[in-house]
């Protein structure tokens, strides 16, 4: 009933920017964090970013200060803009989100398929 999926991802060179874009659809749903992770090659995924329903925002240590999240409740979209990318920002991003659905009533995480962002020169 629940999908979420991602866009905006593709090749960019070092400095560039990229705006990764995440809708949820459905019917009855309430969203709570939005988050985007990120799974480098070879290694775990991590959490990239996060945003509550109210709009406060966290982010990794990796990325702090060159991406930013934000999120449209009226679209039930997040997005995460990326600036001034490097080769290690290279990964499959991808987007997740706590969601309640009222019929019935259960609260679970909802994932997108991933996004491949590749930075090089």
């Known amino acids: 009933q629940v999908q979420l999926v991602e866009s905006g991802g593709g090749v960019v060179q070092p400095g560039g920017s990229l705006r990764l874009s995440c809708t949820a659809s459905?019917?009855?749903?309430?969203?709570?964090?939005m988050s985007w992770y990120r799974q480098l090659p070879g290694k775990q995924r991590d959490l990239v970013a996060t945003?509550?329903?109210?709009?406060?925002?966290t982010y990794s240590d990796s990325v702090k200060d060159r991406f930013t999240i934000s999120r449209d409740n009226g679209k039930n979209t997040v997005y995460l803009r990326m600036n001034s990318l490097e080769p290690e920002d290279t990964a499959i991003y991808f987007c997740s989100a706590r969601i309640t659905t009222l019929n019935p009533v259960r609260t679970c995480d909802y994932w997108g398929q991933g996004t491949q962002v590749s930075v090089a020169s």
């Open positions: 459905g019917n009855f749903f309430i969203f709570y964090d």
């Open positions: 945003i509550t329903k109210e709009h406060t925002r």
